[in-house]
């Protein structure tokens, strides 16, 4: 989230007196744009205790949950989870010695060091006997003080001296430590003010002033300032002397930035600037998150960062501000900008509102009638002072002195919606349409038309060229007016399907063409080279082109304000320089947003002071080229790598024992401001053959990476400073056992014996599978035979029976004729029960599980109530669990098909030695022994009591005609093939 700091008592006209008058800038709170970081961005928590910044350009935030590293985009944690030289997370103080080191004192955890990538602590066993520490100074001798809860002492090689525990300083409890311009060393603790005299901490002179000290910070101008709950002061051999009079407030952290200003962190107070004589306070009202200011810090590119109870700030001076709805503008959804001949700046809103801004006011203005109700899209004075009014569908206003007139399709206007306005060298006003182009002379319109040469209706942008002709961009090409007429030129044909939105031509006649979709075109005596976002642009879309008079092209996009290098542009154009560095400019720059708007004109203008302004959807931004800051690029930074999920410690050369060959190496380059100007590109040389741009985030991934050696090479560059940075590192992939030479022979030797053995083993398998081929032909035949045969010759005989009865005895005849119909039923349902069990001899469910669906399913198909019932536990080998399904679904089926039944139940049970089935129906019953002897034709009956028998199981009946009929087989488990793939697993449910 992006906001504009304003001091408290800064008025609702503050932002415009910052934008157009730059003498007020200074003083005023515009002139930072502010941004807050909290845990939903990646901090390990919002109290901010301590801040600073190593060489290499992180930033390192001090918690009370642990220690945060920050680059410009992500945060990095370090706790006791990943740090185990942190043995407490609360963080209370941080200080960067001259080498380089980051010192962290902690809440308890002692005092640890990070360099080179690595921690290290120091407690109890260093000499370091308090675990609390809340200062740390470096002085210039390069000894290390530390302050703790419970002494102060000095670092000399790897050990600490403590210097309280003496008759003078019993206990030093060390609130924070400061060094004078003579080198001498200032203590702050709970019992008053200490120093070191000959290396001994003594008490302070006891004739200064007793001023309350809880830490000091060094001024540039060489004086301590002391700091307490009263306010801060200046202090020289512990003793306070006259300075200025700066707030009596508790502060809790100073700093001196590089203009000269003084920020004070209060307690309660929010944040305080004194500067030039003039105090300004910026509170949780203003944009803070809250009013508690634990820490301010400047960092090296002059940021300011302030450490609240309830986040990160960062303050960024501005190079540009907006004028929106915060300066009295009712819609801030700005369409055009147009500075008149008095450099009055003048705004046309989405809704048609007019404003005009003139020195520090901001107003509303209001066309008189009979134009006060029409809605605005541009502004435009001629050479002789008139302004023009163009509108949307409400036709073209002129306004001379305060008459004014309304110009229509009535009066002769080709459309009523008017794009943009230009005067020629002759005075002649030209108007771009939403549908063709017409031309005002002073007295008449003259309109212009596909039939009069214009490539395409919709007219977008217009610019008279240096000979004085006209040229005209439409969403289908460009034109050229030469006088008063459409000229064909042939050097335009290339541009034809281009949407042309924006026209610049620069000094030395180089046409540069904004382009909807279409990238920046430069076009030179007939050649046309385009840049779009390969080359570096945010978007393919421009809306206007501006030159800032410095040697830079400035344009706005659909995604933000960008700039680039003009001599630059025309060298990558010519092909003497392979890229182009471009500058990009959102919100990290103060901008309230960075979705501009485009389609109408002037969709951006340069005033006369050099300032450059563009309509957005949030105001129309301003942006002053002359205070963009110099942006210093930092080293980039190879920051881990990890290697199949394992962390690899960071060298130059890095060895990787074998693994899987996945590979994930983090890399930045800190820029804190906007890291979205810094690209890179990466390569793993011996495995990439081309570089690799990292689009979206910092990391690159490789999978499947064979053993061998390679070197990974990161390249940043920095579109605002053309600038490259590079960094190397070289890694071994160590091979595996079976990847190394000699296992490749290895390998080869027993591949050779084990193919003699296979061959052996393959002879013995055919012959296994032959056999097994052969069984189970001769089961099918054997099925086949006793089923679908059989009843096919039973279905033949009833036939013939039938036939010969004809004749003789019509009514036997037909009973011979439904028992055949019942037979050829009762065999097709047999063959399809054959083919079921070809094609599925094997299932993914138990058998029981598919029984108990199947008579779920029959129950429902023929309304019968089907009942099923499971006791037990047990699991059946894949031969049982096969006969198992096929003999109950022959008994269901029959009892379903045979019996008629009203009710049907279906009981199984699993027993450790056996498992039980049982079906019974209510049917009229039969006679157990005619049906197995065949003598009704259906053989399903011996097929299930072969199966069951086969396994050396018991299967019986029970029935009578009249009596229903119970089916019960009996089948013994056997002991289970250890492959668990053979084995279907059966559980009792209640059901």
């Not at 002397?241 to 920020?263: F, H, K, Q, T, Y």
């Not at 089926?893 to 079906?919: C, M, Q, T």
């Amino acid at each position: 989230m992006l906001f504009v700091i304003c001091p408290a008592s800064t008025l609702r006209s503050g932002i415009a007196i910052a934008v157009l008058q730059i003498s007020a800038l200074a003083t005023s709170g515009g002139e930072y744009s502010h941004r807050i970081w909290r845990i939903e961005d990646g901090l390990p928590q919002n109290r901010i205790r301590a801040l600073c910044q190593t060489p290499d350009g992180y930033l390192w935030i001090g918690t009370a949950e642990g220690l945060a590293r920050f680059d410009g985009v992500r945060f990095t944690i370090f706790d006791q989870s990943n740090a185990p030289a942190l043995h407490d997370d609360g963080i209370l103080a941080l200080r960067v010695s001259r080498d380089g080191a980051l010192w962290i004192g902690t809440e308890g955890g002692g005092l640890v060091r990070y360099r080179d990538g690595a921690f290290r602590s120091f407690g109890a066993g260093e000499g370091l006997t308090n675990g609390f520490v809340r200062a740390i100074h470096e002085d210039e001798s390069k000894t290390l003080w530390v302050g703790t809860d419970r002494g102060f002492f000095r670092l000399g090689g790897d050990r600490f001296a403590r210097l309280d525990d003496t008759p003078d300083v019993p206990l030093a409890t060390v609130l924070g430590i400061g060094e004078d311009e003579g080198g001498r060393i200032w203590v702050a603790s709970a019992a008053g003010l200490l120093t070191v005299v000959d290396n001994k901490l003594v008490r302070a002179n006891a004739d200064c002033a007793n001023y309350p000290v809880s830490a000091f910070y060094e001024s540039s101008h060489g004086f301590l300032w002391a700091i307490g709950t009263t306010g801060a002061t200046r202090m020289r051999n512990g003793c306070t002397v006259p300075g200025p009079a700066l707030p009596a407030v508790p502060i809790r952290s100073l700093v001196e930035d590089s203009g000269g200003n003084l920020w004070m962190g209060t307690m309660g107070q929010g944040l305080i600037r004194f500067g030039r004589g003039q105090t300004v306070s910026f509170t949780a009202s203003t944009g803070l998150p809250d009013n508690t200011v634990n820490v301010v810090f400047e960092d090296r590119e002059e940021n300011l960062w302030i450490g609240c109870a309830d986040g990160l700030v960062r303050l960024t001076k501005r190079s540009g501000t907006n004028i929106g709805s915060q300066d009295g503008l009712e819609d801030d959804d700005v369409l055009t900008v147009y500075p008149d001949r008095k450099d009055n700046l003048w705004i046309t809103t989405l809704t048609g509102q007019v404003y005009r801004v003139s020195g520090a006011t901001v107003e509303r203005y209001r066309l008189p009638s009979p134009a006060a109700d029409l809605r605005v899209r541009n502004v435009f004075q001629d050479s002789s002072g008139v302004f023009w009014f163009g509108t949307l569908r409400d036709g073209l206003v002129r306004l001379e002195g305060h008459t004014v007139t309304v110009f229509t399709k009535a009066d002769g206007l080709r459309s009523n919606t008017v794009r943009q306005m230009l005067q020629d060298r002759s005075g002649v006003l030209w108007i771009a349409l939403d549908s063709g182009l017409s031309r005002w002379d002073g007295h008449s319109f003259r309109n212009y038309y596909l039939q009069d040469g214009l490539s395409y209706p919709s007219t977008r942008c217009m610019i008279a060229d240096l000979q004085g002709d006209v040229l005209v961009g439409t969403d289908a090409g460009l034109n050229r007016v030469h006088d008063g007429r459409i000229v064909q030129d042939n050097e335009f044909a290339a541009l034809r399907n281009e949407k042309i939105w924006a026209i610049y031509l620069d000094s030395s006649g180089t046409l540069w063409l904004g382009t909807r979709g279409g990238g920046l075109l430069r076009f030179r005596s007939g050649k046309i080279v385009r840049f779009t976002r390969d080359n570096g642009l945010l978007t393919n879309t421009i809306f206007q082109i501006l030159d800032d008079g410095g040697g830079k092209l400035w344009m706005s996009t659909s995604s933000g304000v960008i700039s680039a290098d003009r001599q630059e542009l025309a060298s990558a154009a010519d092909g003497s320089k392979p890229s182009i560095h471009v500058i990009p400019y959102g919100t990290a720059d103060g901008m309230a947003t960075s979705q501009m708007n485009g389609g109408f004109h002037p969709a951006g203008a340069r005033t006369s002071a050099g300032d450059l302004w563009f309509p957005s959807v949030k105001g129309a931004v301003w942006i002053n080229p002359s205070r963009i800051p110099v942006r210093h690029t930092a080293q980039v930074l190879i920051e881990k790598i990890v290697a199949d999920d394992q962390a690899i410690p960071l060298s130059s050369e890095i060895t990787i024992p074998p693994g899987h060959g996945r590979l994930a190496i983090d890399f930045t380059l800190c820029e804190l401001v906007n890291p979205q100007r810094i690209g890179f590109r990466y390569k793993l040389e011996n495995f990439d053959d081309q570089w690799t741009t990292a689009l979206r985030g910092r990391s690159a991934y490789y999978t499947n990476l064979p053993p061998g050696h390679y070197r990974f090479h990161v390249v940043a560059s920095d579109a605002a400073s053309s600038s490259v940075s590079e960094a190397f590192v070289s890694l071994n992939l160590r091979p595996a056992f079976y990847q190394t030479g000699w296992s490749y022979a290895l390998l080869v030797l027993a591949a050779g014996i084990a193919a003699s053995g296979g061959l052996a083993l393959y002879a013995r398998q055919t012959r296994a599978r032959y056999a097994l081929l052969l069984t189970e032909r001769t089961r099918l035949a054997r099925e086949m035979h006793d089923t679908v045969i059989q009843g096919c010759v039973g279905v033949s005989t009833l036939l013939e029976a039938a036939a010969r009865f004809k004749d003789l005895d019509a009514v036997e005849a037909e009973t011979l004729l439904d028992q055949a119909r019942i037979q050829a039923n009762s065999t097709l349902e047999e063959a399809r029960q054959a083919v079921w069990n070809l094609r599925h001899p094997e299932a993914a469910e138990s058998s029981i599980t598919m029984l108990f669906d199947l008579a779920r399913k029959l129950g429902v198909e023929h309304g019968i109530q089907i009942e099923t019932e499971i006791a037990g536990r047990g699991s059946l080998d894949a031969e049982t669990d096969r006969a198992f399904l096929l003999v109950g679904r022959e008994a269901l089926r029959n009892a379903v098909v045979h019996a008629k039944p009203g009710h049907i139940s279906l009981r199984v049970s699993l027993a450790p030695s056996e498992v039980y089935l049982e079906v019974a129906d209510d049917g009229p019953g039969f006679s157990a022994e005619r049906e197995e002897a065949g003598q009704n034709l259906h053989f399903g009956i011996v097929g299930m009591r072969e199966r069951v028998e086969k396994l050396g199981g018991v299967f019986s009946i029970v029935t009578s005609p009249g009596s229903g009929t119970r089916i019960v087989a009996r089948i013994p488990l056997r002991a289970l093939d250890p492959d668990p793939s053979t084995t279907r697993q059966s559980r009792a449910e209640a059901r």
